[in-house]
């Protein structure tokens, strides 16, 4: 009696065991539907916000779920994080493409939250790009946005990666559980930080050696790839007015971060008034307009809109020349550069010549260092978008019919990159 006692708990314990260890490989928790973006809705705001952007029609509603999945912090710790999945109803015969987005504060904006109800174009444009031609589409959230609760980790490359690998594995175990029809390959792209992040969900996928997680095709666009080069750089180079604004922006929010995690003071890396500004500035709930309008007024009254050394601190420009890394945040943007490497992937780089939110400098950098690693054409191209009526965000129209043409037909459908 008690040896078959024994031999059906040890059975039961090895199904708890497999069940759990499928839990884990499947990464997928939860998911619900958002919306059901129908094709005329679709085309109707894309032909409005979009018109120029010579993006194609929708033929196809489109499915919405937000997805929660299991992943890991940047300490390697387990944690839930969200995410959009985009699934058009006709299928996606070519496969499944993640999408790291841009920099966001406001967690409300996330992918996760996304039910296309208003009449705003966020995300439209990369449904219309991918959702269109036989992709299925995902976007994580990242940590610290959407329903994750902690600070996101800004603006750290490889950290941020870890969540689109973790999220196909998820995306993959929804579609098996709806018989959806959804094809082997596998595509990386995002714009700006989400640029960053896609070439370090590039890297790591590469880097697992593994044929589920191979890349068909990966086009990160305008990202900060080199963070202790090309960006540290634009940090330094002499700007006045809303370029220094848009600085204290984005390194406000990185020092709101390593202020949580290291625990860093502002009053290191700012003058005075804008580091009381970041410290009041970057409230939950609050839109990065309201977070931008904020840093102005102060930034403006204090005089800190003059020059570098007027925004900055002396002791930080000083860590930023010789490259610190006994500062937190020097040392963990040195770990998340992400720029000279030997790409595998088909790998498509874009930028504006005259972006003044990301350097032009983190692309050349990285064509740079890839040529000098051994990329060749077959592997690695570049366009370079020159048009001075075009600013950061309104390049990306253009670069991501770019990557869907690229993602379609390689580098012979994008003959001008070079």
């Not at 196809?60 to 944690?79: A, N, R």
């Not at 031609?133 to 990242?142: F, I, N, Q, W």
């Not at 370029?243 to 995690?261: E, N, Q, S, T, W």
């Amino acid at each position: 009696m008690l040896r078959t006692y024994l031999s059906r708990f040890a059975l039961l314990s090895l199904a708890i065991l497999i069940a759990a260890s499928g839990v884990s490989a499947q990464r997928l928790v939860s998911f619900s539907k958002n919306a059901v973006l129908t094709a005329d809705v679709a085309n109707a705001r894309v032909e409005k916000h979009l018109k120029d952007a010579g993006l194609p029609r929708f033929d196809s509603d489109v499915d919405l779920y937000k997805i929660t999945y299991t992943s890991t912090d940047e300490d390697g710790k387990p944690v839930n994080l969200t995410g959009l999945a985009a699934l058009p109803r006709s299928g996606a015969p070519k496969g499944l493409v993640v999408y790291m987005h841009g920099t966001q504060w406001n967690r409300k904006d996330s992918p996760s939250r996304f039910k296309a109800k208003d009449d705003s174009a966020s995300f439209y444009q990369e449904l219309a790009a991918f959702a269109t031609g036989g992709y299925a589409m995902v976007m994580p959230d990242y940590i610290g946005l959407g329903d994750n609760k902690r600070l996101h980790p800004y603006p750290l490359n490889l950290v941020n990666a870890q969540s689109g690998v973790d999220i196909i594995d998820a995306a993959r175990s929804l579609t098996d559980r709806m018989a959806y029809k959804l094809g082997d390959n596998l595509f990386v792209t995002g714009y700006s930080e989400g640029g960053g992040t896609a070439m370090g969900l590039t890297k790591l996928l590469e880097e697992k050696n593994d044929k589920k997680y191979h890349v068909t095709r990966s086009a990160p666009m305008s990202g900060p790839y080199d963070l202790t080069g090309a960006t540290r750089d634009y940090l330094l180079a002499e700007a006045s007015g809303k370029d220094l604004i848009a600085r204290a922006f984005l390194l406000g929010y990185c020092v709101k971060y390593f202020k949580d995690k290291y625990g860093v003071n502002a009053d290191d890396y700012f003058s005075k008034p804008v580091s009381m500004a970041v410290n009041t500035a970057f409230k939950d709930g609050r839109s990065e307009t309201d977070i931008l309008l904020r840093l102005a007024v102060v930034s403006t009254l204090s005089g800190s809109t003059r020059s570098v050394e007027r925004l900055l601190t002396k002791r930080f420009i000083e860590a930023l020349e010789t490259l610190d890394t006994s500062d937190p945040v020097i040392r963990e943007m040195a770990r998340n550069n992400v720029f000279d490497w030997k790409p595998r992937t088909e790998m498509l780089l874009q930028n504006l010549s005259t972006d003044n939110i990301v350097a032009p400098e983190n692309t050349h950098n990285a064509m740079k260092a890839m040529r000098a690693n051994g990329i060749g054409r077959n592997k690695l191209r570049h366009i370079e978008v020159v048009n001075e009526s075009l600013d950061h965000g309104s390049v990306a129209k253009i670069t991501t019919v770019n990557t869907r043409k690229f993602f379609d037909g390689g580098f012979e459908a994008v003959p001008e990159a070079k």
